[in-house]
């Protein structure tokens, strides 16, 4: 009884600390809303309840026009103006010149025989890590998610333990593998213990692209996974169910009933894998640098290698690579759109 009685003295005093700094944080809100209500009462007196919506999305619509559609109407501007000048006045009209460069090739196929070679070899070389990169993380991902949709033991653990990889930044991926992978790293202490001799997987060319896609799957492979998790769990378990009473084997039922439904989140996985693929830059810039030699050099790096690492800076040609990649990325975005649209009529 004595030991009740103490338990709860002790809880009193404990919340008698605490009273004070609860009647603060609340004064101090009342505070905040009423400075709120100070300013939006006669806004909202002058222009009427319907039209705040647009008084709320302003500071969105500001930031969207400063940071993003303001420095895209810059870059478009500068694909057209020369010279090394930075600020846009100081910049002659060239019109197409840069275009024209970068399209001044005798064999498109052959980077050497072009005036911008390292436009043409990252171009390829994206073209490459798109192809094996996208496929690879589409297949993986399903994959995963076709697992931890079954009813496997500590399946909420693996589904977090395949995410995390998602929560880290790039740079940090990048150095941790460049830690693994170089001649006195894990990966080779791992093959000289087996007996093995030490292979230069940061030095050879071949082995720098494949790591660099497998790295890239390995980090993001568990938010498609999420995405595709969740488009499984949205399928009827009763059309599984029919499926077996119809005598429809496990691939029978993943051709025929899995995929068809997954189809329009397989497009959304499809769309932003591209879209992320073709973009990559600071893990890879961070893991090789491009290197060795051009064998990982890709468009985002070209295009900053040329505006902001090269001695000439050549602005005016890094904006116009990068219009060429946005035209790429918008057509590779509604051939995909069209696709789906196509896919799901004929479903």
């Known amino acids: 009884m ?21 009647g603060l944080w609340s004064r101090f809100l009342n505070l905040i809303l009423d400075l709120v209500d100070t300013l939006m009462a006669p806004i909202q007196r002058r222009l009427g309840v319907q039209r705040m919506a647009y008084v709320f999305v302003l500071p969105n619509l500001l ?21 090394t000048a930075l600020f846009p006045e100081d910049r002659p009209f060239v019109g197409t010149a840069n275009l024209s460069a970068i399209f001044t090739c005798d064999n498109f196929l052959e980077p050497n025989s072009c005036r911008e070679d390292l436009f043409w070899r ?18 993986v991902s399903l994959a995963v998610a076709i697992v931890l949709n079954r009813k496997i033991i500590a399946r909420g653990f693996f589904r977090s333990v395949f995410f995390y990889p998602v929560l880290l930044s790039p740079v940090v991926v990048a150095l941790i593998w460049k830690w693994i992978l170089q001649r006195d790293g894990l990966l080779n202490a791992f093959i000289v213990g087996l007996g093995g001799e030490p292979i230069n997987f940061l030095i050879s060319s071949d082995w720098a692209r494949v790591w660099v896609i497998l790295i890239s799957v390995w980090s993001q492979m568990g938010f498609y996974t999420l995405i ?24 029978a039922s993943f051709r025929f009933v899995t995929l068809p439904l997954l189809m329009p989140t397989m497009l959304v996985v499809l769309v932003l894998s591209l879209i992320r693929a073709v973009q990559v830059f600071d893990q890879v810039f961070a893991f090789t640098g491009g290197g060795p ?3 990982t050099l890709y468009m985002v790096q070209y ?7 090269n001695q000439t800076r050549e602005y005016g040609l890094a904006a116009a690579a990068s219009l060429l990649l946005a035209a790429v990325l918008f057509i590779f975005t509604l051939i995909n759109l069209r696709l789906g649209g196509a896919g799901r009529v004929n479903n």
């Open 2 to 22: 004595d030991t009740a009685v103490s338990t709860s003295e002790q809880l009193r005093s404990r919340g008698s600390l605490f009273r004070p700094v609860i």
């Open 228 to 251: 595709l998790l969740a488009g499984l769990q949205a399928i009827p378990r009763e059309l599984y169910e029919a499926a077996d009473i119809d005598g429809a084997n496990g691939v």
């Open 63 to 83: 930031i969207f026009g400063i940071f993003i559609l303001f420095p895209m109407l810059l870059n478009f501007y500068y694909a057209f103006t020369g010279g």
């Open 303 to 309: 295009i900053y290698n040329t505006a902001f690492s």
């Open 122 to 139: 990252a171009a390829f070389n994206t073209a490459g890590y798109v192809v094996f990169e996208v496929g690879l993380v589409i297949v």
């Open 293 to 295: 030699g051009t064998s």
